[in-house]
């Protein structure tokens, strides 16, 4: 499995904004996968985009993938307090193996 | 609630003592992964069970080592411990097949090791 790169690292919006996070990637991939983490629990799954895919939506949620640049990106709409946490894409190629990078940590101010 | 449980939530130990760790699967999954978050960094895979057999392993030494039981419920166990092992342990459970790529993580076990 190879390691995706978050960015940006931390990302702070009011209430209400739009929040756009990416992710880069180095080899082909068959899918790419968004997990949520709200301060020190567990990894949420949010949504899964497969390599045959350039967009997909779940409620507030629109991931876009270009394998051509090797990057992903995961807008989140009307964004809300509880939507405060980080975010980990995770490439797969595979494996059933996730490897994450560091993650973007998102803060949306009420 | 992903249906992914782990015990315990915390936990301290002292240097050079042992831990280990239970992670109970959600039904159906025959497959478990574990991973270890320092602060501030993404999870680390350390390794994954797939029918009670490890199956892929990350880079970490053979002081951490696993089981997988025919119920999925599964163990890490962290021998020699040092004090940077002090992390969040998450185990996630997923059904390898047709989309078993997704996995479901449990909320974690909170080690302090000093």
């Known amino acids: 499995s190879q390691q995706g790169e978050e960015d940006p690292q931390a990302l702070s919006i009011q209430e209400g904004e739009n929040a756009t996070m990416n992710c880069s990637y180095k080899t082909s991939i068959n899918n790419l996968q968004w997990y949520r983490q709200n301060s020190g629990r567990g990894l949420v799954h949010l949504i899964l985009?497969?390599?045959?895919?350039r967009e997909k939506h779940s409620g507030r949620l629109r991931v876009t993938l270009d394998t051509s640049k090797k990057s992903s990106s995961l807008l989140i709409t009307a964004s809300r307090a509880a939507d405060t946490a980080s975010y980990f894409c995770?490439?797969?190629?595979?494996?059933?193996?996730?490897?994450f990078g560091k993650g973007t940590k998102l803060s949306v101010i009420p | 609630e992903t249906g992914v449980t782990q015990s315990p939530t915390h936990l301290i130990k002292t240097r050079g003592q042992q831990v280990t760790l239970r992670c109970s699967s959600q039904?159906?999954?025959?497959?478990v992964s574990w991973y270890q978050q320092a602060l501030g960094q993404g999870p680390q895979f350390i390794f994954q069970y797939y029918r009670e057999e490890e199956n892929g392993r990350g880079n970490f030494p053979p002081r951490f080592s696993g089981l997988q039981f025919p119920n999925y419920s599964s163990e890490l166990n962290v021998n020699a411990l040092e004090l940077d092992d002090s992390a969040l342990y998450l185990c996630?459970?997923?059904?390898?097949?047709?989309?078993?790529?997704?996995?479901?993580f449990g909320p974690g076990t909170r080690l302090l090791v000093l």
């Open positions: 985009i497969r390599s045959n895919e």
């Open positions: 995770a490439p797969g190629a595979g494996s059933y193996q996730l490897t």
């Open positions: 996630a459970s997923s059904l390898r097949g047709l989309g078993g790529e997704t996995q479901y």
């Open positions: 039904s159906g999954h025959n497959t």
